[in-house]
Nanobody
Framework: QVQLVESGGGLVQAGGSLRLSCAAS????????MAWFRQAPGKEREFVAA????????RYADSVKGRSSISRDNAKRTVDLQMNSLKPEDTAVYYC?????????????????WGQGTQVTVSA
């Protein structure tokens, strides 16, 4: 089994920054793709960013591109999401996900392992 624990969420004013972190444990393999998704109240879960094991393939959702940066530390088995210039529409629960995918994808169903999520609230 694989366990994922997110941290770093909180309340921030519009224009501010947050850095989310996800720590993986259990039977995780370094080659796993790691990703961030988010879900706002009343909305479907949506893709945010994903990164390959050696960071040579990174994808971002258009909604966060240019404002966010995903990175990973394979030695520590962590993946971070730096979010800048936050907007109220970024308010959501942010989830870390991972799986033995061949490439970073924005399709949630492709990821078998998920964390419990961390709340990000951006005030206007």
């Amino acid at each position: 089994q694989v366990q994922l624990v997110e941290s770093g969420g909180g309340l921030v004013q519009a224009g501010g920054s947050l850095r989310l972190s996800c720590a993986a444990s259990g039977r995780i393999v370094v080659s796993y793709i790691m990703a961030w998704f988010r879900q706002a109240p009343g909305k479907e879960r949506e893709f945010v960013a994903a990164i390959s094991w050696n960071a040579d393939n990174i994808r971002y959702a258009d909604s966060v591109k240019g404002r966010s940066s995903i990175s990973r530390d394979n030695a520590k088995r962590t993946v971070d999401l730096q979010m800048n210039s936050l907007k109220p529409e970024d308010t959501a629960v942010y989830y870390c996900a991972t799986g033995t995918l061949g490439y970073p994808t924005g399709t949630a169903a492709m990821y078998p392992y998920w964390g419990q999520g961390t709340q990000v609230t951006v005030s206007a």
